[in-house]
């Protein structure tokens, strides 16, 4: 009986760093309806912009913050580009952008970064604990904390504030939210940049378990 909750709790925690990876999909889906086929290259490109940006020397508080600066340009970059011209077009149309986008991003984080395999050390060991005759992996137990902390401050932020008040108007009716004078595009550059730094947080935890390498961005198809 030990070793089945034993084997019942690991899945749990492991399904975490899943969920960091559902939550990208959901809050895009959610302001705009659009499946972002596009989030695992998303991921993919925070964790080798942050693993790049180490490796050179930035101290990790400054590489996490530069990494963050760059996921909100690309979400201001992909409203303006690739968003707002395909506005009030069908939900297939949008599905295909992001696939496109998928491919310019992992090619561009090619192009700039390269193939090889990075390793990541965030300082977690994978290493057993006990819990009384359980043993969990101490790294899946700071990754299922990390994703109930990011999951608790999205809720208060889509729940208590004013742009989350405004998201979860233009996901309930979009034509009625812009009747109120809600700016849908400003909505979509948040929730596209919210969506890459939960694609960075999730990207350096798979990062660190497996290597900042290109299957992560086949991470997203396992949520399709």
Do not use: C
Not at 83 to 91: A, D, E, G
Request: proline fraction near 2%; charged fraction near 10%; aromatic fraction near 10%.
């Amino acid at each position: 009986m030990a070793f089945f909750f034993e084997t019942l709790l690991g899945g749990l925690l492991a399904g975490t760093l899943y969920s960091l990876v559902a939550i990208g999909f959901v809050l895009i889906y959610k302001a705009s309806g659009v499946f972002n086929f596009a989030q695992g290259s998303m991921l993919l490109f925070a964790a080798l912009t942050f693993v790049s940006l180490h490796e050179q020397g930035v101290p990790f508080a400054l590489a996490l913050l530069l990494t963050v600066l760059v996921m909100i340009l690309g979400a201001w970059l992909i409203e303006r580009l690739v968003l707002r011209p395909l506005v009030n077009r069908s939900p297939i149309t949008l599905f295909m952008a992001t696939l496109g986008l998928s491919f310019i991003i992992e090619g561009l984080a090619q192009g700039l970064m390269g193939s090889q395999v990075r390793a990541l050390d965030l300082g977690i060991d994978d290493v057993p604990l006990f819990l009384g005759p359980l043993m969990v992996s101490q790294f899946d137990l700071i990754a299922a904390a990390t994703a109930l902390v990011l999951v608790t401050v999205l809720a208060l932020l889509f729940n208590k504030t004013r742009i989350g008040i405004s998201l979860r108007a233009v996901a309930d009716d979009t034509t009625a939210a812009l009747s109120i004078g809600i700016n849908l595009n400003r909505i979509w550059q948040i929730v596209w940049a919210v969506a890459g730094m939960v694609g960075l947080v999730a990207g350096l935890l798979w990062g660190a378990r497996q290597g900042v390498q290109f299957s992560l961005s086949l991470l997203s198809l396992i949520h399709i």
